[in-house]
């Protein structure tokens, strides 16, 4: 069975980094999509980043876009997001997810880790 356990989030000023890291576990790292999502009290989850299963290509939400940075280790089996000029709107928590890019319904979700940007 899959695992992602997500580390890095925390409380960081308005215009800090910090970088969100998540470490699967229990299957082939390599044939699988890497995305990250964010959920706020109330208000469903929604993309924030993604990247193909050889890291080829990425996609961001608006959003996000030349703020943070998504990548991976497929040796590590690790996927990252860089997050610069962290914004108060970009507090909620962030969560990992792992798709099978051949059987799509094969997916796992990481437990989300905190993130708080305030003053």
């Known amino acids: 069975q899959g695992q992602l356990v997500e580390s890095g989030g925390g409380l960081v000023q308005p215009g800090g980094s910090l970088r969100l890291s998540c470490a699967a576990s229990?299957?082939?790292?390599?044939?699988?999509?890497m995305s990250w999502y964010r959920q706020a009290p109330g208000k469903e989850r929604e993309l924030v980043a993604s990247?193909?299963?050889?890291?080829?290509?990425?996609n961001y939400a608006d959003a996000v876009k030349g703020r943070f940075t998504i990548s991976r280790d497929n040796a590590k089996n690790t996927v990252s997001l860089q997050m610069n000029s962290l914004k108060t709107g970009d507090t909620t928590v962030y969560y990992c997810?792992?798709?099978?890019?051949?059987?799509?319904?094969?997916?796992?979700w990481g437990q989300g880790t905190q993130v708080t940007v305030s003053s």
């Open positions: 229990g299957f082939t790292f390599s044939r699988y999509t």
């Open positions: 997810k792992a798709v099978d890019v051949v059987i799509v319904r094969r997916a796992y």
């Open positions: 990247i193909t299963a050889a890291g080829g290509t990425t």
